[in-house]
């Protein structure tokens, strides 16, 4: 029996009547949305459904890489990424209030940063005019017939939210609810932390603002800081959602609301980042480059991004930082605690490797003092720089909330796991499993 290939070529013309049937509901939803005035949140929702349908149509068939398809598909994809980036913007248009916004920010910045949303949404909902527009008139060159009946929105289906299992892959269980709000609070300051060391501020100068975009807002970069405060609302959910301990401590939701607000700016920094990029480097073709540049301000999108919503996401968490500095230590009991190196041991990487599994494990703040030199005991590189600043040291001085102190006292006396980890006992047991 001859052998038949699993790939086989189409011709471009039987092509665009399969995409015809395919594409029917996309362009039906594209007529209601340029007869729409004011998008909300299921239009951008809408768009991204039909779009990414579309977009992986198009990508079975191998358009991306065909001449006459490739920028039909760079259209559809870019009108993806735009609605994402819509869709986190007006849904936290709608919950900003309810996130409390009004009890952390003075008036008048809170209608700076509803400006700004504002601005976003303008420049999103137009640029997507613009790619609606060129799809059509791209589609109708093809050969599509097109009709511009505008389709109810009955059929299309109600905005639900996406439901995810927790983000909790390197997250050590947690043994009580004080500990869980601890290591929240831990987290918070952080994630505060990493968007404060990137220095955002405002930068009208467009050659500044090239640069500083392109070091800090990469689309890796952004997904970093996606993923941080991502994972800082998964394990506030997972832990501390609907407890008892939130329902009778009103800054635990404040704080959350911090963390979602944030939350949301930064899906739309990551959409945006991506389509920058792809559109500096991903695309192969120069001629889809700059047929999608005629139709997307690539400066005004950098700047809004940065000006807007990379600003405001930093200044959204930064203002609830006083508010985890408020709840760490409520809801921890500091102290600190001197332990001595038992004889014929040494501070080596494997121990160190320990000490920093036992305060990662609790997730609160723990410090090592050794000769007058502080430093982060949750970090194995700062511990084994401190460590190696000294001449052979025997005694190390924790600070920190007394659960991981405890766990930290028990390594020492069991030599640091230097007999093997089975001789560990069974408080220590959580790092065998790591």
Known sequence: MPETSLEELIQERQFAGILHTHAEVFFLLGNTLLGTEGWTKKHFFQLIKESDALESFLDDYGARYNRTYAFLTELIASTRWFARAGYSLSHLEGRLASYGAERWMEAAELGGALSGLQRGLNITTRSLRELLEATFRIASELGLELSREATLEGPFLPVVASRKLPRNVDQAALVDEEQKIAAVASKYLQACSMLGEVGIRRIDDSDQLRRAFARHCTEERARVYEATVHNLQSTYDTHIQNTVLEAGDARLSDLRGHVSSALHLL???????????????????????????????????????????????????????????????????????????????????????????????????????????????????????CIGSQADPREFLFRGDERPLRDIGLLFEHRLGEDGLDALPVELAYLRER
Request: negative net charge.
């Open 267 to 385: 899906e739309a920094v990551t959409h945006m980042a991506h389509f920058i990029e792809r559109h500096e480097g991903d695309i192969r073709s120069e001629e889809v480059k700059q047929r999608i540049s005629t139709m997307v301000d690539q400066a005004e999108v950098v700047d809004f991004v940065w000006n807007e919503l990379l600003y405001w996401a930093n200044r959204f968490l930064q203002a609830g930082s006083p508010l985890a500095e408020d709840l760490l230590p409520a809801y921890t009991n500091v102290g600190e605690a001197t332990f001595v190196l038992a004889d014929g041991l040494n501070m080596h990487a494997r121990p160190v490797s320990l000490l920093v599994g036992v305060v990662q494990h609790h997730g609160t703040p723990v410090q090592m003092e050794l000769g007058g030199q502080v430093c982060n005991a949750g970090s194995i590189l700062e511990l084994l720089v």
